[in-house]
């Protein structure tokens, strides 16, 4: 599976952003998928992650409310819908995929894309 995240670029504070997720691979549909953000300096940190159907969805407490994940197995796609962004938000965004269609809070994502910068402007 090869992964390309797209659709980041620079915001105010209080806008919002769509990124997309785009993936290559049968495996696709079946395997659960994931978006994770690295700001500057920190360590990369979970934001959300979404079952093969898109039964069963998880967000990171500092996004809960303002971000929603979606996918669309046809068309290879996943997304981040991202609202109410706030400066905190600014992060290089990675998109991640695992061969089993669920996921847990510990599991490990196999594979990975080249991240997309978003930046928040206050």
């Known amino acids: 599976v090869q992964l390309q995240a797209s659709g980041g670029g620079l915001v105010q504070a209080g806008g919002s952003l769509r990124l997309s997720c785009a993936a290559s691979?049968?495996?696709?549909?079946?395997?659960?998928m994931a978006w994770s953000r690295q700001a500057p300096g920190k360590e990369r940190e979970f934001v959300t992650a979404i079952n093969w159907s898109g039964g069963s969805i998880n967000y990171a407490d500092s996004v809960k409310g303002r971000f929603t994940i979606s996918r669309d197995n046809a068309k290879g796609l996943v997304y981040l819908q991202m609202n109410s962004l706030k400066p905190e938000d600014t992060a290089v965004y990675y998109c991640a995929g695992r061969m089993s269609g669920s996921f847990s809070l510990t599991s490990v994502w196999t594979y990975w894309g080249p991240g997309t910068l978003v930046t928040v402007s206050s």
């Open positions: 691979g049968r495996t696709f549909s079946t395997g659960a």
